[in-house]
């Protein structure tokens, strides 16, 4: 078989893993979508914004996103991406995860990718090639899952706000002209999207805020430029939040010349 650049063309290859390698340009965008099979979606460098009707997830470089069989799912690229997605027989890993979430590759689960990208779509189902498969799924057993994620509400108008926050977080339109804009009363649009993310507006837009600054300092934005392009008027303040929210400071993403070396391998 010839390697293709869609992912349709890797869902009936008769091995358990199939590996999709690409490189995407800043801003690309792939539309709702879904697989026959499960994904693990990693990028060598950039970043990667995958958005389920369920939630919106961010992948840094070292870290992948798991997308079960058949969940309907976007795609955006911030920054050159290179992609390895791996496309998962659900019959060659029944226990895998049943749920979308980002987790840590490590730095064997990187080279596997790496390796597994490089081996014949149909590879041999004995020896080597088998075996750098196998281990590639006890490692994502392993994986440590990140909360670098947002749930979306299911209320049609309520995702509609989210969508529009999400496309840009800096915006600061009050929480009332939030509600008018979804035809509710503050008391329920506040109430219904508690009950419908398991969190509170403003937390909500808080950690859309912070997801979308670690998206720009993973892509070589300072940190102050990112605080300020997601509407910190402090970049002080913001690494604060940043921190309690991550359990890290916004420095620890920062990318620079040898950092970008390493994940472009």
């Known amino acids: 078989m ?14 358990p893993i199939a590996v999709l390698t690409d490189d995407y340009p800043p801003g690309f965008h792939d539309p ?6 499960a994904q693990l979606v990693y990028a060598i460098s950039g970043v990667t914004i995958l958005t389920t009707q ?5 992948a840094l470089p070292q870290r992948a996103i798991w997308v079960p069989p058949g969940v309907e799912h976007e795609v955006f690229c911030r920054g050159r991406v290179q992609i390895r997605t791996l496309y998962i027989s659900p019959e060659a890993a029944p226990d895998l995860p049943q749920a979308c979430h980002v987790f840590e590759v490590s730095n064997l689960l990187r080279e596997l990718i790496i390796a597994a990208a490089e081996l014949p779509i149909e590879y041999a189902l004995e020896g080597h090639d088998a075996r750098i498969m196998a281990l590639i799924l006890d490692e994502i057993h ?11 509400p299911t209320n049609k108008r309520l995702a509609q706000v989210c969508s529009t926050i999400l ?14 804009a979804a035809a509710m009363g503050r008391r329920t649009f506040t109430r219904t999207f508690r009950r419908e993310t ?3 507006f403003e937390t909500w837009r808080r950690q859309v805020r912070l997801m979308d600054a670690l998206c720009r300092i993973a892509t070589g934005h300072s940190v102050a430029s990112a605080a300020l392009d997601v509407g910190y008027n402090s970049p002080s303040a913001f ?9 890290a400071p916004p420095t620890q993403y920062a990318v620079n010349e040898t950092t970008q070396a390493a994940h472009l391998g």
Do not use: E, N
């Open 167 to 180: 496309a840009d977080p800096a915006q600061h339109t009050t929480l009332d002209k939030w509600a008018s």
């Open 2 to 15: 010839q390697r293709s650049k869609k992912g349709i063309d890797y869902q009936y290859v008769p091995r």
């Open 54 to 58: 369920d939630a919106s997830y961010v």
């Open 32 to 37: 709702m979508h879904s697989h026959v099979r």
């Open 239 to 247: 690494a604060a939040v940043f921190r309690r929210t991550f359990g």
């Open 198 to 200: 398991g969190m509170s």
């Open 142 to 152: 392993l994986a440590r899952r990140i909360p670098h994620f947002v749930p979306m």
